[in-house]
């Protein structure tokens, strides 16, 4: 029991500050209760249909591919059986485990840098946009963060302890992030050769015995992976998981012109939803932290350089550069190690504050960034949009015979999960490719953000004549939500 008490001892002892992030902590929840109203994305989408809606069988082996995170999809599938199938079921282990993520993140920072650094940390993850978004959508991308905390947080607490219930407990996290999503490879890789350089060149705490211990936390790591993976390698082999199209090795031309476009690109995303001054701000932070010398913390700034060089030597011998999210996990460290730096710098002005002044400030800046990032809901993370259910309904109830509905790409996913529900996704084809065309006779439907559209989409009718003219004679048109359906009547002059 002293042990316990003792873990939990650095979460923070001062009633103020825990107070404070008491009222963070519910402005970040009330965030994600907002976001879970986003309309439905098409990885989502894929997810449910191909896999959760199918058999547990289907969903653990089945035609792998890296949209379907095993591990989350485990946990909906079983809230789904328990508590129903709905749209809020299908978000609920992201939403909980990115809930979780901000409690996580201030005990890192914590433990790693003390209370101001925390309470900051805590604003910042409450508000960052990201986040936010994959605490609301059903992706595994907010329990790879947990994780990657959680990581982090036990690979400190062995620097000064040896019990096997902590080597357990690393093992356990490590195995769910990778079963979730094979990215785990960048934080677990990070700490674990962290782990690798306190116990062999550290002074302070080098340990043989450790190092043999986590050499063999590794290897239990990967056999207990290999064996969770197995049913994926006998039923779409290896090559699902190592040279799928997403991970293959891109030639080095192209590998190099892709880092010139992708790292700008990945560097917006993780600021995503901050005021424009953030981003500089935090870089700044995180270099003033690694550059600056003297730091008492010196082997906790190792696990920021270590990780960054894992990374950047991972993503080489790769020749690959992950989407933006894929580096979602990095935000949380990025954050409190970039707060670190300034806090430093300005130790002797911070200390002459007050601590219920700080504490205020900070919960007044949490409404603020929550307030501002949530323009995030239209930005380019969101690709579908609302009502498309109202619409489904709608259809359900009208389409008839040989009836068809066209979607373009941003509804086509949205479309596709409330079809299904309507039992009318037969009736859906995709409007952002060529499609067919079928019985002349029946009504054609379209389903667009831009009614302006209607003439691009009937362009690319697959009809069997050789040659045709598509006219548009005539229309009516449906508002919900921001959807247009629009019925039209085409006429093909052959």
Not at 136 to 158: E, N
Request: proline residues 4%; aromatic residues 12%.
């Amino acid at each position: 029991m002293k042990r316990t008490a003792q873990f939990f001892h650095c979460f923070e002892e001062d009633p103020l500050y825990r107070l404070g992030f008491a009222v963070i902590f519910l402005v970040g929840c009330v965030h994600r209760v907002i976001a879970l109203s986003l309309p439905l994305v098409g990885d989502e989408v894929t997810t449910y249909l191909d896999y959760i809606s199918q058999s547990f069988t289907t969903l653990i082996s089945q035609n792998y591919i890296p949209n379907n995170h095993i591990f989350h999809s485990v946990l909906v599938f079983f809230t789904q059986k328990l508590l129903g199938d709905s749209l809020v079921t299908l978000r609920i282990p992201a939403f909980a485990a990115g809930v979780l993520v901000m409690p996580l993140g201030y005990f890192t920072a914590r433990r790693f840098f003390g209370r101001q650094v925390a309470l900051m940390t805590g604003v910042m993850l409450s508000a960052s946009a990201p986040l936010v978004y994959f605490s609301a959508v059903a992706r595994g991308y907010s329990i790879i963060i947990l994780a990657s905390l959680g990581l982090a947080v036990v690979a400190d607490l062995l620097a000064r302890r040896d019990e096997t219930r902590l080597w357990t407990v690393l093992i356990v996290i490590s195995v769910v992030g990778f079963y979730t999503i094979p990215v785990m490879l960048y934080p677990f890789g990070g700490i674990a050769v962290w782990m690798l350089w306190l116990f062999t060149l550290h002074e302070e705490f080098r340990s043989s015995i450790k190092a043999k211990k986590l050499v063999l936390s590794i290897l239990a790591t990967g056999a207990i992976v290999i064996v969770l993976y197995a049913p994926v390698i006998a039923g779409s082999g290896w090559d699902a998981l190592t040279a799928n199209q997403f991970v293959a090795p891109l030639p080095w031309a192209d590998f190099l012109q892709s880092i010139r476009v992708e790292v700008p690109r990945i560097w917006t995303y993780l600021n995503n939803g901050s005021p424009y001054l953030v981003p500089s701000f935090c870089g700044a932070g995180l270099l003033l932290y690694i550059l600056r010398p003297g730091n008492n913390n010196e082997h906790r700034k190792a696990l920021i350089i270590i990780t960054i060089l894992w990374t950047v030597a991972v993503v080489l011998a790769q020749r690959v550069i992950g989407f933006e999210r894929v580096w979602t996990f990095f935000i949380p460290f990025y954050i409190m190690y970039a707060l670190a730096g300034w806090m430093q710098l300005g130790k002797v002005y911070l200390e002459g504050i007050q601590s219920s002044h700080f504490v205020v400030s900070a919960c007044i800046l949490a409404v603020v960034l929550s307030f501002i990032s949530h323009s995030y809901q239209s930005s380019p993370l969101v690709r579908s949009s609302d009502g498309v259910r109202e619409m489904a309904v709608f259809l359900s109830g009208v389409l008839r015979g040989s009836d068809i509905v066209v979607s373009e790409y941003e509804n086509y996913y949205a479309a596709k999960y409330y079809f299904d529900r309507q039992s009318i996704q037969n009736r859906l084809l995709d409007g952002s490719s060529p499609w067919e065309l079928g019985n002349p006779s029946g009504k054609i439907f379209m389903l667009l953000k831009n009614p302006k559209r209607v003439d691009v989409v009937a362009s690319k009718i697959i009809h069997l004549a050789d040659s045709y003219i598509v006219k548009i004679i005539s229309q009516r048109q449906i508002v919900s939500g921001g959807v247009y359906l629009i019925e039209v009547e085409i006429n093909i002059a052959e």
